[in-house]
């Protein structure tokens, strides 16, 4: 079983026991031991001991043993057995957590969506905890599931997210306000939104924001909170008074993981921590904190950027006082990789130099797709060597920027590259991917990239896993052999800045790069527009802990010149 496999295993394990009400250190076990297995850069069947694993003791380390080598465990085996398998989609709906589906099976008899959204809602609110609006929510979500089940990308969710941003930060009660949840965090793909606010007016806000146009449907509205339907989109807006603001933007960032590590740092420290604040133990007292930096200063920690905010060993970075000196947007001076209308893109040389003139770069490399890729009408050699004279001709017209010829190539089924050596020598930058025969096993397709980057010409590998987020599964690779074989061929590795794409992915590239692998972050646009996807990949390189050094596209031109020029 692979990795990813393995992760939806354990994390199914924590839904089912929540359902059935376990204790919640077993819950929470089965859930960190997930998040350990998706940080791990090499398979699980490589590990000797798991219990080397950050939170995975004897228990969890029997199960995931069991998983990787495609036996059922147990536990998995009990749970499935007597919980019903379509309680795990409900929980899938927005703002509906196992515990309250464990309650809806065992009091309403629900055992599935279709059967939920059946459901009176005066049935559910009838129950204990349950109100009227909740009960409406719950049920409304089940009724149109389909939906809303689609997780956003980044370009998505970041366009809703600041549109909505802009409507309450332009409102005259509104002092201070910011998304928070997973979209500050970067994630890939974006399940909901929440929006974090600072008023003295907080009711009027809440009134005027159900009121927005964007509002379709209002499923909760409070003083101090308003829950809405926007384009299919849950979107959450909690509104505090300004001295409170830091200790809820900071509730409603961290993933899950950090927010409890830091809460049990907090306890040790005799110091509870909540959305309200931070209060002695056991007085309930809760003192509000303005800013996310003065609540970790408070705490004895440097501030942590919401990125890192995943209990992947930040904390003990802030305490230590190395966290990363992460890199940013402005960090980056080139792209490596676009395309042209000499392939399949859009936009021409000129307009795609012109474009990142505006953006403030010092080189952009073209990358049209070889010959062999026929669907993306993929250059002939004849017709690459126009492609590099009309470069060339460009790059003599822009003063203000650096055009280079390279080319995206393809690794073909046994390794080979798309071009004979004579023709890659005489490109400036080589991008290798693989666009075909995805199906042919992880030890074939390790091979086959493997092959690729002993080749002196080839600088970098393009989205090294080929997933593409909503449609594709990343293709078997074994992409720890792949890490170590870039940093022994000097090789670099491209996070990929396409949205649909963000490949490689987080746990790699800070593998990768703990390796002293270097990467390339590289927008794969097609059109000018896509050149403004940069930040979404410098976003995955800050996740993985990435500073500026290590990225081959953060070099000045002069310095990225002597590294083209002395070769590999």
């Given at each position: 079983?692979?990795?990813?496999?393995?992760?939806?295993?354990?994390?199914?394990?924590?839904?089912?026991?929540?359902?059935?009400?376990?204790?919640?250190?077993?819950?929470?076990?089965?859930?960190?031991?997930?998040?350990?297995?998706?940080?791990?850069?090499?398979?699980?069947?490589?590990?000797?001991?798991?219990?080397?694993?950050?939170?995975?003791?004897?228990?969890?380390?029997?199960?995931?043993?069991?998983?990787?080598?495609?036996?059922?465990p147990e536990i998995l085996a009990e749970?499935?057995?007597?919980?019903?398998?379509?309680?795990?989609?409900?929980?899938?709906?927005?703002?509906?957590?196992?515990?309250?589906?464990?309650?809806?099976?065992?009091?309403?008899?629900?055992?599935?969506?279709?059967?939920?959204?059946?459901?009176?809602?005066?049935?559910?609110?009838?129950?204990?905890?349950?109100?009227?609006?909740?009960?409406?929510?719950?049920?409304?979500?089940?009724?149109?599931?389909?939906?809303?089940?689609?997780?956003?990308?980044?370009?998505?969710?970041?366009?809703?997210?600041?549109?909505?941003?802009?409507?309450?930060?332009?409102?005259?009660?509104?002092?201070?306000?910011?998304?928070?949840?997973?979209?500050?965090?970067?994630?890939?793909?974006?399940?909901?939104?929440?929006?974090?606010?600072?008023?003295?007016?907080?009711?009027?806000?809440?009134?005027?924001?159900?009121?927005?146009?964007?509002?379709?449907?209002?499923?909760?509205?409070?003083?101090?909170?308003?829950?809405?339907?926007?384009?299919?989109?849950?979107?959450?807006?909690?509104?505090?008074?300004?001295?409170?603001?830091?200790?809820?933007?900071?509730?409603?960032?961290?993933?899950?993981?950090?927010?409890?590590?830091?809460?049990?740092?907090?306890?040790?420290?005799?110091?509870?921590?909540?959305?309200?604040?931070?209060?002695?133990?056991?007085?309930?007292?809760?003192?509000?904190?303005?800013?996310?930096?003065?609540?970790?200063?408070?705490?004895?920690?440097?501030?942590?950027?919401?990125?890192?905010?995943?209990?992947?060993?930040?904390?003990?970075?802030?305490?230590?006082?190395?966290?990363?000196?992460?890199?940013?947007?402005?960090?980056?001076?080139?792209?490596?990789?676009?395309?042209?209308?000499?392939?399949?893109?859009?936009?021409?040389?000129?307009?795609?130099?012109?474009?990142?003139?505006?953006?403030?770069?010092?080189?952009?490399?073209?990358?049209?797709?070889?010959?062999?890729?026929?669907?993306?009408?993929?250059?002939?050699?004849?017709?690459?060597?126009?492609?590099?004279?009309?470069?060339?001709?460009?790059?003599?017209?822009?003063?203000?920027?650096?055009?280079?010829?390279?080319?995206?190539?393809?690794?073909?089924?046994?390794?080979?590259?798309?071009?004979?050596?004579?023709?890659?020598?005489?490109?400036?930058?080589?991008?290798?991917?693989?666009?075909?025969?995805?199906?042919?096993?992880?030890?074939?397709?390790?091979?086959?990239?493997?092959?690729?980057?002993?080749?002196?010409?080839?600088?970098?590998?393009?989205?090294?896993?080929?997933?593409?987020?909503?449609?594709?599964?990343?293709?078997?690779?074994?992409?720890?052999?792949?890490?170590?074989?870039?940093?022994?061929?000097?090789?670099?590795?491209e996070v990929n800045a396409y949205v649909?794409?963000?490949?490689?992915?987080?746990?790699?590239?800070?593998?990768?790069?703990?390796?002293?692998?270097?990467?390339?972050?590289?927008?794969?646009?097609?059109?000018?527009?896509?050149?403004?996807?940069?930040?979404?990949?410098?976003?995955?390189?800050?996740?993985?802990?990435?500073?500026?050094?290590?990225?081959?596209?953060?070099?000045?031109?002069?310095?990225?010149?002597?590294?083209?020029?002395?070769?590999?």
């Open positions: 079983m692979q990795n990813n496999d393995i992760v939806r295993a354990l994390e199914a394990i924590a839904t089912l026991m929540e359902i059935k009400d376990e204790a919640y250190y077993r819950v929470l076990g089965y859930q960190r031991a997930a998040e350990s297995v998706a940080a791990l850069g090499r398979p699980a069947t490589e590990v000797e001991d798991l219990t080397t694993l950050p939170h995975v003791g004897a228990t969890t380390a029997a199960v995931i043993r069991d998983l990787a080598e495609d036996r059922t749970l499935t057995n007597e919980i019903p398998a379509g309680l795990v989609e409900i929980t899938r709906l927005p703002s509906v957590g196992p515990r309250t589906v464990g309650r809806l099976w065992k009091e309403l008899g629900v055992t599935n969506v279709e059967e939920l959204a059946a459901v009176d809602p005066e049935q559910i609110a009838s129950l204990k905890g349950f109100g009227k609006k909740s009960a409406e929510k719950i049920v409304h979500a089940a009724r149109t599931y389909n939906a809303t089940e689609r997780r956003m990308l980044l370009d998505e969710a970041s366009a809703m997210g600041e549109r909505i941003l802009s409507f309450v930060r332009s409102h005259p009660a509104t002092q201070r306000a910011e998304i928070g949840g997973s979209l500050r965090r970067m994630k890939e793909t974006i399940g909901d939104l929440d929006i974090v606010a600072a008023s003295e007016d907080p009711a009027s806000l809440a009134d005027d924001f159900a009121e927005a146009p964007f509002a379709d449907e209002v499923l909760a509205h409070g003083p101090k909170k308003v829950f809405i339907l926007s384009g299919g989109t849950e979107v959450d807006l909690r509104i505090v008074e300004p001295e409170a603001y830091g200790s809820l933007l900071h509730h409603f960032t961290g993933g899950q993981a950090h927010n409890i590590a830091l809460r049990e740092r907090a306890v040790k420290m005799g110091i509870n921590i909540s959305e309200y604040g931070l209060a002695e133990a056991g007085t309930g007292d809760y003192r509000p904190v303005a800013t996310e930096e003065d609540l970790y200063s408070r705490l004895g920690l440097a501030y942590i950027p919401p990125e890192l905010r995943e209990d992947a060993g930040e904390i003990e970075a802030a305490e230590r006082g190395t966290l990363p000196d992460l890199v940013s947007v402005e960090d980056v001076r080139g792209d490596l990789h676009v395309h042209t209308n000499y392939s399949d893109g859009k936009g021409t040389i000129e307009s795609m130099a012109e474009a990142a003139i505006a953006l403030g770069y010092e080189y952009l490399v073209f990358c049209d797709h070889s010959q062999s890729l026929r669907v993306a009408n993929g250059l002939s050699p004849e017709r690459l060597k126009r492609k590099m004279d009309a470069v060339r001709a460009a790059d003599e017209k822009y003063g203000e920027i650096h055009l280079l010829c390279g080319s995206e190539v393809d690794i073909l089924r046994d390794g080979s590259l798309d071009y004979e050596d004579d023709v890659l020598a005489e490109l400036d930058f080589v991008v290798a991917s693989v666009h075909t025969s995805f199906g042919v096993g992880e030890k074939a397709m390790t091979e086959r990239i493997v092959r690729a980057m002993n080749n002196p010409h080839v600088r970098t590998i393009g989205h090294p896993t080929g997933r593409i987020l909503n449609r594709r599964e990343p293709y078997e690779v074994d992409v720890s052999r792949v890490i170590l074989e870039a940093a022994a061929t000097n090789t670099a590795l649909d794409r963000l490949d490689l992915s987080v746990p790699y590239v800070r593998e990768a790069v703990g390796m002293g692998v270097s990467i390339t972050i590289d927008t794969d646009a097609h059109d000018e527009r896509a050149l403004g996807y940069m930040k979404y990949g410098v976003s995955q390189a800050r996740r993985a802990w990435v500073e500026k050094g290590s990225v081959i596209n953060c070099l000045p031109f002069d310095e990225f010149e002597k590294y083209l020029e002395r070769g590999k």
